[in-house]
């Protein structure tokens, strides 16, 4: 890209609005990561809203069995989101924070 601006060849490149944002220092939102990954988006809403309104026992029986407070990055490694978080289920008591530090997570990994 460098050598493109200096000889003013112009390159066709598609990148995501994920991806240039983070080339020229733009931060990157949860709108943004919805175009490269829409599921995860879809899962940490689904998440948090199903907290605000499922009991802690609905809850649990549909997210603590299959979601941790860890989250898959990328390039397919594991990251606990907290000491221990792949042995700490999500709750309704942590799901916002499991939203915040997974969004986060995956925002700021390079």
């Not at 983070?22 to 943004?32: E, K």
Request: proline share 2%.
């Amino acid at each position: 890209m460098g050598m493109s601006f200096r000889s003013g060849i112009l390159l066709d490149i598609n990148l995501s609005r994920f991806v240039w944002k983070q080339v020229v220092g733009c931060p990157v939102t949860l709108d943004d990561l919805n175009l490269v990954d829409e599921m995860l988006v879809k899962n940490l809403k689904d998440i948090v809203e199903k907290a605000a309104s499922l009991s802690d026992k609905e809850f649990a029986k549909e997210f603590s069995e299959t979601h941790t407070m860890s989250i898959l990055l990328s390039s397919g490694k594991s990251v606990d989101l907290v000491e221990n978080g792949s042995n700490i289920p999500v709750t309704r008591a942590n799901a916002q924070e499991y939203f915040d530090k997974a969004l986060k997570a995956r925002l700021e990994e390079s």
